[in-house]
């Protein structure tokens, strides 16, 4: 096994790198050129800073998408468009021409309940009748591509290939905290996400139904006899899934921008996110988005910013590589 | 609104060169998906690896195309074995996962500004087919029937790709009727009682997966050469699920399935397409409702929903049998 792993990090190497390897000698690395501004230690916070920030709002989605896995076992490729739905119809509400004009308060509210919505409709109206029917999970899976074109093109249709931004707390005075600087907005974002993971958290933890999600989570027929309705519990996973990528689309459209494909191009990495930390752990699924934000903006020291993401889906492969049950997930015999 | 415009594009969008492109690829998705059971959501990655080995040995190190062919051949080889080493022991769901981020990360490495100099970047590369084209026997012209008509080199391409398709799937029917074939068709079935036969699933498994991601080097070399360029955004991860969709169209698990499908499918969509654009045109279906440049988005919905309802009412597709594509949690 030892031999094979380290034969397969070669083959990456091979196969990553190789194509670009005449590029190295020939192009001098973009790190070194633009070092006149600040030094490498304050850079290095301010990467820190930005990938946290990034991390967080990547774990608000992937939670919703671990716990789904968890309870159904079905891996939705269609969660980034729950995530561009959310961002989209708070554009609506707040910035386009033809919507009423909300504050983005109320817009983000609106968003996040129409994503819930959302979750609830395709859980009963798809995947309910899809399980009843008997088809194979795997079968399942394909449906959950079929999902995600569809929507990501009617979202298209919709609102156009012009990216936008939400009317309120567009451009932002700095706020310098020695070395690193933050805006008023990313700093809001950023609070206002770790209190939305310590609420799923404590939901999870305290109350009825977070101990019936895990229940159900841990063995499905074992809480199905102790008598929890485990299609209600389900339900619930999709709403509270559908309500945080809605939550997540409002707060990565605000701190980038929003377009058509956001969600899509977001879901690889809170797949990275969600496989790092251990497929089906709420918890795990929050520290691998958190590391996955980090490492993407980390690289963008040594590396040129265009390859950000490609390092975080790297870092997937490497850890199906070393320790494929994640950080948090348990050991099983997994194959 | 000229209906015989319209049959005209989607028989000519059926028979064409990327129908063949696709249906080769789409043979290769059979053998992973069809009979192992291999949930390959990157079988795009091999036909980047593939058309991009050909262009770049060509452009950038001035080698032969014959010599870029082995070398398409070979990383598409390499990227089998890189992604089936860590995945293939996992569950079902963790291939999926690490195939569909692999095949994203290789188009954003070769598209990105780092690897310019030898992959062009954003722009791709272009020219490198000279000495295929050189081989035409046909003189310069247009052939063909009625309205569908074909230019000397998409005729020449065409030729040589649906001569591929019958010559891989004569080798495909060879190989999954032969002992080794009975072997991943029960991988796919129960992979548990194979291994309890003292079968090294794993290494099945492998040798499917190489197999596969070696076609779909083929179809990703031939639709480079077809169109004389290379670009990243080409190989997007929708043209996989376009593969999936036609396969199982057409059937999962059969050899024809994916011929069958590939055909139909780019009939239907050209056809769907162009008579889209001829109402817009026509008045029959208002601009303000569907305007022309959102066709292309449509047509992406309609794939979409397509696979959705095959899969739900008829996961068989035309050719298959129901009673082995229901595939359930392994």
């Not at chain 2, 089936?84 to 500004?113: C, K, M, Q, V």
Request: proline residues 3%; aromatic residues 8%; glycine residues 14%.
């Amino acid at each position: 096994m030892g031999h094979q792993r380290l034969f397969t990090a070669a083959l990456a190497l091979v196969l990553t790198v190789g194509p670009a390897a005449s590029a190295g000698a020939t192009a001098p690395g973009r790190g070194e050129a633009g070092d006149a501004g600040p030094g490498f230690g304050a850079r290095a916070l301010q990467a820190l800073l930005d990938g946290v920030q990034f991390g967080v709002i990547i774990a608000i989605t992937a939670v919703g998408l671990s716990l789904i896995f968890g309870t159904i076992h079905l891996i939705n490729f269609a969660h980034g468009e729950l995530v561009t739905i959310g961002a989209v119809s708070a554009f609506f509400l707040n910035a386009s021409a033809s919507g009423p004009g909300w504050h983005l308060i109320p817009a983000a509210l609106a968003a996040v309940l129409l994503g819930g919505l959302v979750g609830a409709a395709v859980d009963l109206g798809v995947w309910r009748p899809l399980r009843r029917r008997g088809t194979g999970l795997i079968n399942l899976f394909i449906v959950t591509i079929g999902l995600s074109l569809l929507l990501r093109h009617v979202v298209l249709v919709l609102y156009g290939t012009r990216p936008g931004s939400y009317v309120q707390y567009d451009i932002q005075q700095t706020i310098e905290l020695g070395p690193v600087g933050i805006t008023p907005r990313d700093l809001t974002v950023t609070v206002l996400s770790v209190l939305t993971l310590l609420g799923v958290a404590l939901l999870l933890q305290r109350t009825r139904t977070g101990t019936a999600i895990r229940a159900v989570a841990g063995n499905r027929d074992l809480a199905a006899a102790s008598g929890i309705d485990v299609q209600r519990v389900v339900l619930v996973v999709w709403i509270l899934a559908g309500a945080l990528a809605a939550l997540g689309g409002v707060f990565f459209g605000l701190v980038e921008i929003v377009t058509w494909d956001m969600g899509y191009k977001l879901l690889l990495l809170m797949f990275a996110g969600v496989i790092l930390g251990g497929l089906g752990s709420a918890y795990g699924a929050m520290a691998g988005s958190l590391v996955i934000g980090v490492v993407a903006q980390m690289s963008t020291l040594w590396f040129p910013v265009d390859l950000q993401y490609a390092w975080a889906l790297l870092a997937l492969v490497l850890v199906l590589l070393v320790r494929p049950q994640g950080i948090l997930g348990r050991r099983e015999r997994v194959g | 609104m000229d209906f015989s415009a319209v049959l005209a594009d989607a028989i000519r969008s059926g028979i064409g060169p990327i129908a063949a492109v696709f249906a080769i690829a789409a043979m290769g998705l059979n053998l992973h998906f069809g009979y192992t059971g291999l949930l390959n959501f990157g079988q795009v990655g091999f036909m980047l690896v593939g058309g991009y080995g050909l262009a770049i040995t060509v452009v950038t190190w001035g080698g032969s195309m014959w010599l870029g062919i082995l070398v398409g051949l070979a990383s598409a080889l390499v990227l089998a074995l890189l992604l089936g080493l860590p995945t293939l022991r996992l569950r079902a769901d963790y291939l999926a996962i690490a195939t569909i981020a692999a095949g994203e990360t290789l188009r954003i490495f070769y598209r990105s500004g780092w690897a310019e100099p030898t992959t062009g970047g954003v722009f791709g590369l272009q020219r490198f087919a000279g000495d295929f084209y050189a081989l035409n026997p046909m003189p310069p012209g247009r052939y063909g029937l009625w309205e569908v008509r074909f230019g000397a080199r998409d005729l020449w391409v065409m030729l040589v790709g649906w001569t591929l398709v019958l010559v891989i799937g004569l080798l495909l029917a060879l190989l999954v009727h032969s002992p080794w074939g009975r072997v991943i068709r029960s991988v796919r079935e129960d992979e548990t009682a194979v291994r309890s036969l003292g079968k090294n699933v794993y290494a099945y498994k492998m040798q499917s997966l190489v197999i596969g991601g070696l076609l779909g080097a083929v179809a990703g070399m031939l639709q480079a050469i077809q169109v004389q360029s290379v670009n990243p955004d080409s190989f997007d991860p929708a043209v996989t699920f376009f593969l999936y969709t036609l396969l199982v169209l057409g059937g999962a698990g059969r050899i024809l399935g994916p011929v069958v499908g590939s055909v139909l499918f780019w009939f239907v969509l050209t056809f769907v397409d162009s008579a889209l654009r001829q109402a817009i045109g026509a008045g029959i279906v208002p601009s303000d409702v569907i305007s022309t440049s959102e066709v292309g988005a449509v047509r992406f919905a309609l794939v979409g929903l397509a696979l959705i309802l095959l899969v739900a009412f008829r996961p068989q597709g035309i050719l298959g049998s129901r009673k082995e594509m229901l595939l359930g949690d392994r």
